[in-house]
């Protein structure tokens, strides 16, 4: 089993910037990459960015590319989304992904409301 635990969301208003963390814990030895989903209201869930554990190679939705990036800090088994120029239309939940070989987990989702 793997523990996900998200951080990070909030309030901001468009053109700031916010953070998520996402640590993972327990049994990830067999983790072969992480990432950030979202589902707004009344939306599918959707890719936002994943990154390859081992070799930190990335991919970024087109929506985002050029103000999020994707980090990971693998001796804290953590992962961040670096979240700048903030728009109304990045509102939704955001979850934490975690794969693995044989099976994936899911984060809690963290809310990141931003204002115009």
């Known amino acids: 089993q793997v523990q996900l635990a998200e951080s990070g969301g909030g309030l901001v208003q468009a053109g700031d910037s916010l953070r998520l963390s996402c640590a993972a814990s327990?049994?990830?030895?067999?983790?072969?990459?992480m990432g950030w989903h979202r589902q707004a209201p009344g939306k599918e869930r959707e890719l936002v960015a994943v990154?390859?554990?081992?070799?930190?190679?990335?991919t970024y939705a087109d929506s985002v590319k050029g103000r999020f990036t994707i980090t990971r800090d693998s001796a804290k088994s953590t992962m961040y989304l670096q979240m700048n120029s903030l728009k109304p239309e990045d509102t939704a939940i955001y979850y934490c992904?975690?794969?693995?070989?044989?099976?994936?987990?899911w984060g809690q989702g963290t809310q990141v409301t931003v204002s115009s």
């Open positions: 992904r975690y794969d693995a070989y044989g099976g994936g987990y």
């Open positions: 327990g049994r990830t030895f067999s983790r072969y990459s």
């Open positions: 990154i390859n554990w081992t070799n930190g190679g990335t």
